[in-house]
């Protein structure tokens, strides 16, 4: 994605395990958001950041999932005791705090948990 | 809640054919995007409208907001437009906690 890195590309976890998800907006934008894409779905809102502060986290699905970013820059979403119905798509996306500032995604994290 | 329905769902069409996506949402919005999804591929951004029409290339996008509605035109289709295309809504400029359609899958057949 134009400025967005996310890692790893793909992850494999046994259900159960802990897995951490990463987004680098490169450019220093503002606000950060997550969102979580189900095959053959749209994306659903995870979180948002501005800066580091967590603006909202409406769209978390349960108290396992837990996102953070400690410097305003990187952010980790951590995903506790996975299920597999969290094996999903999770996308990475950063914008200013502008009118009309594009949306820049990351290429996602393809997560299958078994 | 707001809903947005795309359609259609998937179009297949002739390589210089003139294609349009349609895209309705159900509640008042602040920005209406237009996104392109490649398989295996990161989401594009290719517009973001709060009101009338928005050129770029060979896209066209245009957004009635009495009506809430918006069309993606896509002239001289070519095979390398074969994407979904997703269209989602936003409330507040700045926190993009947009909600998205779930998509219209193109292919164009050369």
């Known amino acids: 994605g134009a400025g967005v890195s996310q890692s790893p590309r793909y992850k494999v976890a046994k259900r159960g395990q802990d897995v951490a998800l990463r987004c680098d907006p490169i450019?220093?934008?503002?606000?950060l958001f997550w969102y979580q894409q189900a095959l053959g779905q749209g994306p659903e809102f995870l979180t948002y950041?501005?800066?580091?502060?967590?603006?909202?986290k409406s769209g978390l699905p349960s108290d396992r999932f837990f996102a953070e970013r400690p410097e305003g820059s990187v952010s980790t979403l951590k995903i506790q005791r996975t299920q597999q119905e969290d094996s999903a798509v999770y996308l990475c996306?950063?914008?200013?705090?502008?009118?009309?500032?594009?949306?820049?995604f990351g290429n996602g994290t393809r997560l299958t948990v078994t | 809640k707001n809903e947005v329905e795309q359609s259609p769902q998937n179009l297949t069409a002739q390589e210089g054919e003139f294609i349009t996506i349609n895209c309705s949402y159900s509640v008042g919005i602040s920005a209406l995007h237009w996104l392109q999804q490649h398989p295996g591929g990161g989401i594009v951004s290719l517009f973001m409208?709060?009101?009338g029409k928005k050129k770029h290339g060979r896209l066209i996008a245009t957004i009635n907001i009495q009506e809430k509605h918006s069309s993606l035109h896509i002239t001289a289709s070519h095979p390398r437009d074969s994407a979904v295309y997703i269209c989602?809504?936003?409330?507040?400029?700045?926190?993009?906690?947009?909600?998205f359609g779930t998509g219209t899958r193109l292919t164009i057949i050369p």
């Open positions: 989602a809504v936003g409330y507040n400029f700045g926190n993009e906690k947009l909600t």
């Open positions: 996306a950063k914008t200013r705090v502008v009118v009309d500032s594009p949306l820049h």
């Open positions: 450019s220093g934008h503002v606000s």
């Open positions: 950041f501005q800066n580091e502060a967590q603006l909202d």
């Open positions: 409208l709060s009101s």
